[in-house]
């Protein structure tokens, strides 16, 4: 003989099903906990209309259902937080090039490196601030020379590039695995300004352009 069960006591035990589950249930997988002749239907029916207007609300998602933050107090659950960017290795190697070279010019990274240099390894370094356009090469066609920022020196804690980590540091980090061009030396603190074969940029100088992209970079054999 099928008991009749308080409307309110279905109500509770549907509420103390979805409290629990780990994931939204569906009215079989309710039947299945629930004693024989519960009235689901009328269980959720008065569940949603106990809850509406509250801090959360019994909701149908994919024809299972769930408690879930009200819509309109969502904006309580969200938090904005800054994700450093992590470099690639590409990135890595043509930063430490310029932060030991600098200053130097596409061409002579390239050459380091021994693969051309993509759009968008520079353009990231750039675009994060850790190295700046500082000049113009005085040679045929005036190359662009990069170098490392004051945003470079706080990121990695360096009081100044003299403060930079040796050459075989560098290398047991993995991040100078290729053959170094003669006289490749930290550089003076004083590196920054402009040297003797170098221009400073005019003020309507824009980032060079490169042709290709930075995540089809291939790596070096």
Request: charged share 30%; aromatic share 6%; net charge negative.
């Given at each position: 003989?099928?008991?009749?069960?308080?409307?309110?006591?279905?109500?509770r035990?549907?509420?103390?099903l979805?409290?629990?589950?780990?994931?939204?249930l569906?009215?079989?997988?309710?039947?299945?906990?629930?004693?024989?002749?519960?009235?689901?239907?009328?269980?959720?029916?008065?569940?949603?209309?106990?809850?509406e207007?509250?801090?959360?609300?019994?909701v149908?998602?994919?024809?299972r259902?769930?408690?879930?933050?009200?819509?309109?107090?969502?904006?309580?659950?969200?938090?904005?937080?800054?994700?450093?960017?992590?470099?690639?290795?590409?990135?890595?190697?043509?930063?430490?090039?310029?932060?030991?070279?600098?200053?130097?010019?596409?061409a002579?990274?390239?050459?380091?490196?021994?693969?051309?240099?993509?759009?968008?390894t520079?353009?990231?370094?750039?675009?994060?601030?850790?190295?700046r356009?500082?000049?113009?090469?005085?040679?045929?066609?005036?190359?662009?020379t990069?170098?490392?920022?004051?945003?470079?020196?706080?990121?990695?804690?360096?009081?100044s590039?003299?403060?930079l980590?040796?050459?075989a540091?560098?290398?047991?980090?993995?991040?100078?695995?290729?053959?170094?061009?003669?006289?490749?030396?930290?550089?003076?603190?004083?590196?920054?300004?402009?040297?003797?074969?170098?221009?400073?940029?005019?003020?309507?100088?824009?980032?060079?352009?490169?042709?290709?992209d930075?995540?089809?970079?291939?790596?070096?054999?």
């Open positions: 003989m099928t008991v009749e069960l308080e409307p309110l006591f279905v109500e035990c549907i509420e103390a979805l409290f629990a589950a780990a994931e939204p569906s009215d079989v997988d309710l039947a299945k906990r629930l004693p024989e002749g519960a009235d689901i239907a009328a269980g959720i029916a008065g569940l949603r209309a106990r809850y207007g509250r801090g959360i609300e019994l149908e998602v994919a024809g259902w769930r408690f879930q933050t009200a819509t309109d107090l969502a904006f309580l659950m969200t938090e904005e937080r800054e994700e450093p960017r992590r470099l690639s290795k590409a990135a890595q190697e043509t930063l430490a090039i310029v932060a030991y070279h600098q200053p130097v010019t596409r002579e990274i390239e050459a380091v490196r021994g693969v051309q240099a993509s759009r968008g520079l353009d990231v370094l750039l675009e994060l601030g850790l190295i356009m500082r000049g113009r090469r005085r040679t045929p066609g005036r190359p662009v990069f170098g490392t920022t004051d945003a470079f020196l706080e990121h990695y804690g360096l009081a590039l003299a403060d980590p040796g050459i540091e560098m290398k047991a980090a993995g991040l100078l695995e290729m053959n170094l061009p003669p006289g490749f030396n930290v550089p003076d603190p004083l590196g920054l300004r402009a040297g003797e074969d170098e221009d400073p940029l005019d003020l309507d100088d824009e980032a060079p352009e490169f042709a290709q930075f995540l089809g970079e291939p790596e070096k054999a």
